[in-house]
């Protein structure tokens, strides 16, 4: 109980010394920085559909050109660990007819997934692989998580200088000098792919023109930090 008691009055000192500390002659700075670079990771999101008559011939008709796609990738040196499924699934494939929802056959869908860093021959490999099961996709670019990792420290390091500079014009037009810090608070990471449309979709039944359109070089996308700091001023 003693222990309690104490550690009470610790936390209020210490919450009633940092009040006082903000409620003193201070200059409150937000500090931004943005930083920019190409996305270095491109993911391909391929769904796999399939529709028959029977729920057996679903499924293994399901299983069969799944397994031959990832066959076809990994022949293609796309290594197994960068292939991944997921929501494999079979429903009652409903139609209308005469105004009326009627169950005609079964379909079966699962989600495709192809992911790595960003190169012409990994594209290449994927493109070549869809085209030869008639199958549509979507294209993302993103951030790495190193990437991301690596401008975030970036983005941080910006901020502050920019709130340290901001700062200094303050208490140098106020007649004031910059004492301690008080207090540092920073925001939340933004992602922004820009100029770009981060998402499309594609389907091997467009003809050959607008395939040939899409842009498949990575975007440039940016980082967005800001950095709150609080000084104390004499």
Do not use: H
């Not at 993103?142 to 941080?156: E, F, G, Y």
Request: net charge positive; charged share 25%; with cysteine.
């Amino acid at each position: 109980m003693k222990k309690v008691t104490y550690l009470l009055m610790l936390f209020v000192l210490s919450a009633t010394n940092i009040s006082a500390q903000l409620n003193q002659s201070s200059i409150q700075v937000v500090g931004k920085a943005t930083v920019k670079e190409m996305a270095e990771e491109i993911i391909f999101r391929i769904p796999l559909k399939i529709i028959d008559s029977s729920y057996v011939g679903c499924n293994d008709r399901m299983s069969l050109t799944l397994n031959e796609f990832k066959k076809e990738l990994k022949q293609k040196g796309i290594p197994e660990k960068l292939i991944q499924t997921s929501n494999f699934s079979i429903t009652e494939n409903m139609i209308y007819e005469e105004g009326k929802r009627v169950q005609k056959g079964y379909q079966g869908s699962v989600n495709i997934v192809v992911a790595d860093k960003y190169s012409p021959q990994l594209i290449e490999k994927v493109l070549e692989s869809i085209s030869g099961f008639q199958l549509n996709y979507r294209i993302n670019f993103a951030m790495s998580d190193n990437q991301k990792t690596r401008l975030t420290k970036r983005a941080m390091e910006n901020a502050v200088e920019d709130a340290k500079q901001k700062a200094l014009i303050l208490a140098e037009a106020s007649n004031v000098q910059l004492g301690s810090i008080l207090k540092i608070s920073y925001g939340i990471d933004q992602y922004r792919p820009e100029p770009f449309l981060s998402e499309r979709m594609m389907s091997n039944q467009s003809d050959q023109r607008s395939q040939n359109e899409l842009n498949l070089s990575p975007p440039m996308t940016s980082l967005y930090k800001s950095v709150l700091i609080i000084w104390e001023i004499n």
